[in-house]
């Protein structure tokens, strides 16, 4: 069975990073597989590494989708409202109906959103600390359960200097508010 999985690692200096990186790319790991999340961004970006993206460093993306399922709910909910009550002696059709639903639907994404790219990721607040102390946080998506152990292993005995933090789901739990 194929799990995304989500390594995360931490290490002191940026050539380590770097040197993981290499390794990640002897292993088919592209920079599309993995990203840094550091407060040096210069650094990270002068030693061609893959700089976290506002989307990955930010709660843009799973608040947008909280706000997507409680604004299609609130749409849905308030498009059957009119079309029981029929306020103004309005009737609704189905397209209609639909249209209120996703558009409500929308505005609740475009909020959440919002809301959401003035938050740190949910998953990257237990590393909060040691990136504000000016440590580098690789964060390596991995496809398949088991070559996420190898990986391990690999950087485990390649790369002893990062120190190995935690491993989750790759994907966002909607209604989780801490990782």
């Known amino acids: ?38 407060r040096d961004h210069d650094g990270v970006r002068r030693h061609h590494l893959h700089d976290a993206s506002v989307m990955e460093e930010t709660d843009f993306v799973h608040s947008g989708e909280r706000g997507a399922l409680v604004g299609g709910l609130a749409g849905l909910l308030f498009a059957v409202w009119i079309a029981i009550a029929q306020p103004l002696g309005l009737s609704m059709s189905l397209g209609a109906f639909l249209f209120v639903s996703a558009l409500i639907g929308c505005f609740g994404a ?12 949910y998953k990257l607040e237990p590393f909060h600390q040691a990136i504000a102390s000016g440590k580098y946080l690789m964060v390596i998506n991995v496809r398949e359960a088991a070559k996420a152990r190898h ?20 994907g966002t739990e909607i209604f989780a508010t801490r990782a």
Do not use: C, Q
């Open 1 to 38: 069975m194929k799990i995304m999985r989500t390594l995360y690692y931490l290490t002191d200096k940026v050539e380590t990073a770097e040197a993981m990186a290499s390794t990640l790319a002897s292993l088919n790991i592209d920079n599309n597989g993995y990203y840094i999340v550091s």
């Open 110 to 121: 475009w909020v959440g959103g919002m809301v959401g790219i003035s938050h740190e990721n």
């Open 151 to 170: 990986l391990k292993e690999v950087m485990h005995h390649r790369h002893p200097e990062a120190r190995f933090e935690a491993e989750d789901d790759a």
